[in-house]
Each structure stands twice: as C-alpha cells, then as structure tokens.
C-alpha cells in the first residue's frame, strides 16, 4: 500500500472511493460541503433520509456517477467537539476495510480539519489504513485477505501538505510495526517457537539494522537464569532470551528497557489448564512480540533515546523434567522463588529478565505481558492494566499512551500485594490467592526490578479481541506497539505528550 498526500479540491479528485468525514451535528463545511455541492447534495440526503446522523462508526456509499471520484463514502466521527486525533485511526481503517472487500483499490481520504496537528492526523489515518489489511485466514487453503488498497491519498490543503507527509510516514512504519506484532501472534505456537520467534526478531533486526544478541539456555544457565529456565523445563523446544539494541542518542546515560512476555504456548504445564479456550494460548508471547515490533519501528523512526528491548520466550509445557508445584527456582538476583502453580509462569521468565535489563543498565523499565486471567476480569477487552512502583512514571507513560488507540488504566500496587507473594520456605512465591490476582502478579515483578522506575502493562484482556470489528480483523490487536512507540517518542523529545487534536 501507497500513502501519498494531495492538496487537490476533493471534487477534481480521481479515485475509486473518496472518503468524507460527518460529524453528529449534520453540518457539512469545507471540502465535504465542496463534493455534496457536486452531487447535488447527495450527502445532505444521506442525512435527511435518517441513514445515518452522523454517530460515530456510521458508514454510507454513494455512487458517483460522471465525476473523478466514482464513489463517497461516508464515515460518522460523533461529536465535533469532542473528537480526538486517535479515532482517525478507525475512520481510515473502516474504509480501507470495507472498500477493500469491495475491491476498490484507490482510496482518497479527507482530513478532517478539526484535528489541528496534521502530522498527527496523517499519521493516525495512515497506522489505520495499514491495519485495516490484516486478515486472520493465513493457513486457509484459500485465504481471504481483503484486497489491499494500491494508493491511500490523504487530502489537505497546500499548507498542510508537509505535516501530512511526514505524519503518513510515521504512521505507515506504526501501522506496518503493529502488523508484524499481530501476525506473530497469529501464528500457531508449533510455527512460532521460542526458536522462530529468535529467527523472526534476527531478520527484523537485520531490515532496519538493529543490534541483536539471542542468548541460548547455556548462556542463561551461566547467569543463573534458574527462574526462567524453571519455565522451559517442561517443553522440548529450548528458550531463547532475545535482546534488541537501538542507540539513538549515544551521548546519554539513559536506556530505555522495554520487557515483553513471550510463552509462546502457555498449557500451563503440570498445573495443567483446562482444555476449553487453551488454544487461546498461542498469544501468550504478544509482549514479546509487540516489544520486538517496537524495536522495529523505532529503528526507522529514529527519536533521539537509547531503548532495548528484551524478549524472553519460552513454552510452558508438562513434560518429564518440567518444574513442579513446591519446586524452588533462583533467580539471576539471587532470590530463591517457590512454585505454587507453574501456570504463574509468565512472572517467573520475567524475573530473570528485568534483573537482566537492570544488569545491562537500563534506568527504566517497562514489562509488557498477558500475565493474568485476573486483569481481564477487571478491565475486560477495554484496557490493559498498568502498575509500577513510580507514581510519576506511570501517570507520565498514561497521558501519552491513552492519546493512542490504545486504553490504559491503572491498577493500585500496594505493599499489601508483595506481603502476599511472600513464602514460607524461599524469598518469594509465584501465586497468592485468587483476590487481586492482577496487582500479586505484578508485586512479584516488582521484587526483581529493584530500584529501578518500572511500570508493568497486563496487556491479557487487549493484546487480542475475539471479535472482528469495521476497522480491524478479530484476533490479535498489536497492543502495546502503539503507546510504546508514542511514549518512546514523547520521552525522547523531552516535549512530553502531544495532546489529543
Ligand atoms: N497467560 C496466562 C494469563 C492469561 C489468561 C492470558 C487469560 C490471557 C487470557 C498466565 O500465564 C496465567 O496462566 N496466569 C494465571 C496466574 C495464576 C495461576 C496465579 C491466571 O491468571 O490464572
Ligand atoms: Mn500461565
Ligand atoms: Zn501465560
């Protein structure tokens, strides 16, 4: 897919679909106001025939007949005022999704003027087309990938036309990054192994020119990985803890560490799931993949900030040497675990790798992980979960992060939690009770963090959705590329957050 930018009058515009924007309180003004005149005011009729009224997620085709654009489609934003550059992102993902069905292959899109930062317009409609093309029947004998639009053209004025460059190009490298994070997780885990997913990050890290270091369980052994390597016990296929390296500001002492969870397939192991939903499970390295997507992106878009990213993979499997309930684990710090339930075993390969972050510098840290069932109680498919043991981070990574698609909510971490993770034998055990399951999980994290500002994301609610809808395919989402690459950046130009128009 091609993004290009135009300042043309959208009348004299030639495409197979041109897209309008509608707000909920009917009025049509510049450029929509300009293609109803040419229609005689088809659009005007799309209202007053109470199709739709401009809600938000409304759509509507109008054929065009004799003019350069053979079609308008019509897209509901909702309340002008209210409206915020992260819904362009669905705006442009519901019409490249829907027209693509129809096989319409140029697509022009009007920038709606209500959002006043344009690069951050273009880039949000840009991430929205590029993720509208993604499609969940990859092993189908006949898969049915919708058509993929040849041209997306973004329409502004002749001021706006450097902005929209730039924020399409922006977009199109977010866009393209989510996508890789979702077709990793889309693959099933006997196609993505810890083993695979090291190939994958090794040949991403190669396109953009990344520095890369996969350590091998004799390695992880020698550092005394006992946590992590508790985990792979289990299974056959050997783990692998990637580390991705991108230096782009070399004069500074600050690194970034971004930690995502990677079970490539979580059974459970003896603490076996049970069967129903267990294939869901193939997702459970959506952390590591959405930090090694991360990884990618900022190679190309190049903020000035030292960021690494660290992936460690591993399967959760019963097999004859796996780790067993009661079993002691050593972590790399040196704590000494207690497994009560080897299916917490996303907290332990995350042990070992934020006490790695911390052993190659890192000055913050943030864990990206479908840790718990519990998170998902709470906040549903809504929002990930956020905790840390830095108010400030937290509130800083939130502002920036929920001017994305993305929705984070913060959960409490009080000591109350890391009392609970305390066991009887050893320093720490790896499940408390069923109660607060999401905040126990990310207090036993925060014991092999240390000093070092943290913030934990339970991305197991968001990191894949069971249903499709008009902007994107059901499956997984991405999550948490897009608030990780828009925190990166926000860090790195010490601006702090753009705000949402
Ligand atoms: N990968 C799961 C969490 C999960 C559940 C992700 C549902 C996505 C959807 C994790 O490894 C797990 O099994 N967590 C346990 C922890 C418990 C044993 C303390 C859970 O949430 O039940
Ligand atoms: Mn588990
Ligand atoms: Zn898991």
């Known amino acids: 897919m091609q993004i290009l930018v135009s300042s043309e009058a959208a009348p004299k515009i030639k495409a197979g679909a041109l897209v309008v924007p509608v707000f909920a309180d009917a009025k049509l003004d510049g450029a929509v106001k300009a293609v109803d ?8 009729d799309v209202f007053a ?19 350069p654009f053979k079609r308008v489609f019509i897209i509901g934003l909702g309340d002008r005022a209210k409206f915020e550059a992260k819904s362009l992102a669905k705006y442009a993902g519901t019409a490249v999704r829907y027209l693509g069905k129809k096989k319409v292959t140029s697509i022009s899109i009007l920038v709606p003027a209500e959002v006043r930062d344009k690069r951050l317009a273009a880039s949000r409609i840009a991430e929205g087309a590029v993720e509208a093309t993604v499609d969940t029947t990859l092993y189908r004998s006949e898969p049915d990938k919708p058509v993929e639009a040849e041209t997306v053209t973004l329409l502004g004025t002749a001021n706006d036309v450097n902005a929209l460059r730039a924020g399409a190009r922006h977009g199109q490298v977010v866009g393209e990054a989510v996508n890789i994070a979702r077709r990793m997780a889309l693959l099933p885990a006997n196609d993505m192994t810890p083993t695979h997913m090291a190939a994958r990050a090794r040949d991403l890290a190669k396109q953009v020119g990344l520095k890369i270091d996969v350590l091998d369980e004799k390695r992880m052994k020698a550092m005394g990985m006992g946590s992590l390597l508790g985990v792979s016990a289990g299974s056959s296929q050997p783990a692998k803890l990637i580390v991705m390296t991108y230096t782009g500001n070399p004069r500074s002492s600050e690194k970034l560490a971004l930690v995502g969870k990677g079970i490539t397939f979580d059974s459970g192991g003896i603490s076996i799931k049970p069967a129903t939903d267990m294939h869901e499970m193939k997702y459970d390295m959506s952390g590591a993949a959405g930090v090694i997507a991360t990884m990618w992106a900022l190679a190309q878009l190049k903020p000035r900030i030292n960021v ?6 591993s399967e959760n499997l019963p097999g004859p040497d796996a780790v067993k309930p009661g079993d002691i684990l050593r972590a790399m710090n040196g704590k000494t675990i207690e497994v009560i339930n080897t299916d917490a075993e996303g907290r332990l390969v995350l042990a070992d790798a934020v006490a790695y972050a911390n052993k190659l510098g890192a000055t913050k840290i943030i864990d990206a992980a479908t840790l718990t069932g519990a998170c998902v109680v709470a906040l549903g498919h809504a929002a990930s979960g956020v905790m840390t043991n830095d108010e400030a981070f937290a509130k800083q990574f939130m502002t920036v992060a929920n001017t994305t698609p993305e929705r984070y909510w913060q959960l409490p971490l009080y000591d109350d939690f890391s009392q609970e993770m305390k066991s009887e034998i050893a320093d720490l055990k790896n499940a408390g009770s069923r109660w607060g399951g999401a905040e126990t999980g990310a207090a036993f994290i925060k014991a092999f963090v240390g000093e070092t500002p943290w913030i934990h994301l339970d991305i197991a609610g968001t990191a894949y959705l069971p249903n499709e809808s008009p902007h994107m395919a059901k499956g997984p989402t991405g999550t948490p590329v897009r608030a990780l690459v828009a925190y990166v950046e926000a860090l790195a130009s010490g601006k702090g957050p753009r705000n949402g128009r």
Do not use: M, N, Q
């Open 37 to 44: 005149a040419v229609l005689g005011g088809a659009i005007a």
């Open 49 to 67: 025939s109470g199709e739709i009224a401009g809600k938000a997620g409304e759509t509507a085709l109008v054929h065009a007949k004799d003019h």
């Open 308 to 313: 690494i990213g660290i992936a460690p993979a």
